[in-house]
T-cell receptor, first 113, second 115 residues
Framework: AQSVSQHNHHVILSEAASLELGCNYSYGGTVNLFWYVQYPGQHLQLLLKYFSGDPLVKGIKGFEAEFIKSKFSFNLRKPSVQWSDTAEYFCAVMNTGFQKLVFGTGTRLLVSP | GAGVSQSPRYKVAKRGQDVALRCDPISGHVSLFWYQQALGQGPEFLTYFQNEAQLDKSGLPSDRFFAERPEGSVSTLKIQRTQQEDSAVYLC?????????????FGQGTRLTVV
């Protein structure tokens, strides 16, 4: 069965620092990949998604992610974080033929001003 | 409304009590999903509807859990004889189509606490 690993459970950064959050999935084949964000007290929102094509995907608020098929990875990056990026970030994978998302355990990001 | 709406937002149930959680998806969305999110974990899939048809219920943890979407719009997740391990946030999501490459929109969830 598909599983998703997010290696960093808690990350603390200062404003303007660069961010990279790791995400690896276990099962190969055709996958769709997602990063969701949950700001305090709010619902899960889609940051970005990869379905096919260019493996470097740009999302909202300056986030991007790179799909590396050989490494089963889909790491999230942002060159310069802001205090407002404080949130929990979830990586998720959807396998071909299935509609369900398989989520990682999430990474809590705290950005100090 | 503009988004997925879930009610109630919070529910406290005594162990053994039955509960019903409601989800109003975005109007016109074909697909509807239920997820369970335990404290400190990511959401875990429970069940999936395409219109009124429940196509996947592989994630329902026991026969105490039952979901329905009788008219292909509003959905209800029912948990019978609640147990403490049922305490979690229950998330509903909907998407416009039933294909892989469509975005799922999530509601704010119902936080269930079983005491």
């Amino acid at each position: 069965a598909q599983s998703v690993s997010q290696h960093n459970h808690h990350v603390i950064l200062s404003e303007a620092a660069s961010l990279e959050l790791g995400c690896n999935y276990s099962y190969g084949g055709t996958v769709n990949l997602f990063w969701y964000v949950q700001y305090p007290g709010q619902h899960l929102q889609l940051l970005l998604k990869y379905f096919s094509g260019d493996p470097l995907v740009k999302g909202i608020k300056g986030f991007e992610a790179e799909f590396i098929k050989s490494k089963f990875s889909f790491n999230l990056r942002k060159p310069s974080v802001q205090w407002s990026d404080t949130a929990e970030y979830f990586c998720a994978v959807m396998n071909t033929g299935f509609q369900k998302l398989v989520f990682g355990t999430g990474t809590r990001l705290l950005v100090s001003p | 409304g503009a988004g997925v709406s879930q009610s109630p937002r919070y529910k406290v149930a005594k162990r053994g009590q039955d509960v019903a959680l409601r989800c109003d998806p975005i109007s016109g969305h074909v697909s509807l999903f239920w997820y369970q999110q335990a404290l400190g974990q990511g959401p875990e899939f429970l069940t999936y509807f395409q219109n009124e048809a429940q196509l996947d219920k592989s994630g329902l943890p026991s026969d105490r859990f039952f979901a329905e979407r009788p008219e292909g719009s509003v959905s209800t997740l029912k948990i019978q004889r609640t147990q403490q391990e049922d305490s979690a946030v229950y998330l509903c999501a909907s998407s416009l189509f039933n294909t892989m490459n469509t975005e799922a929109f999530f509601g704010q969830g119902t936080r269930l606490t079983v005491v």
